[in-house]
């Protein structure tokens, strides 16, 4: 009886871990892009010029940004039930 009752319940949480995969998905290729982007705009802005100090920190801070996001590539949460 027990186990009759929990069925849904689990196929519902495997449904919603599953979502939560692909958002997870999502969320780390916005990270590798946003972060090369940032590395980008901040070397033009480095190496034209324009702004060195801003462009410094954009990308030292967009290879910080790229390093978390290898971190969380390399140890992923678990999403999964078993």
Not at 26 to 54: D, H, Q
């Amino acid at each position: 009886m027990l186990f009759e009752l929990l069925s849904p319940l689990t196929d519902f949480a495997i449904l919603i871990a599953g979502y939560f995969n692909e958002i997870w998905d999502f969320l780390i290729f916005i990270g590798r892009v946003s972060s090369s982007i940032i590395v980008l705009i901040g070397a033009i802005l480095w190496f034209t010029e324009a702004n060195m100090k801003r462009g410094k920190g954009l990308v030292f801070s967009g290879i910080l940004l790229a390093i978390v996001i290898q971190y969380f590539v390399m140890y992923p949460p678990t999403f999964s039930l078993g």
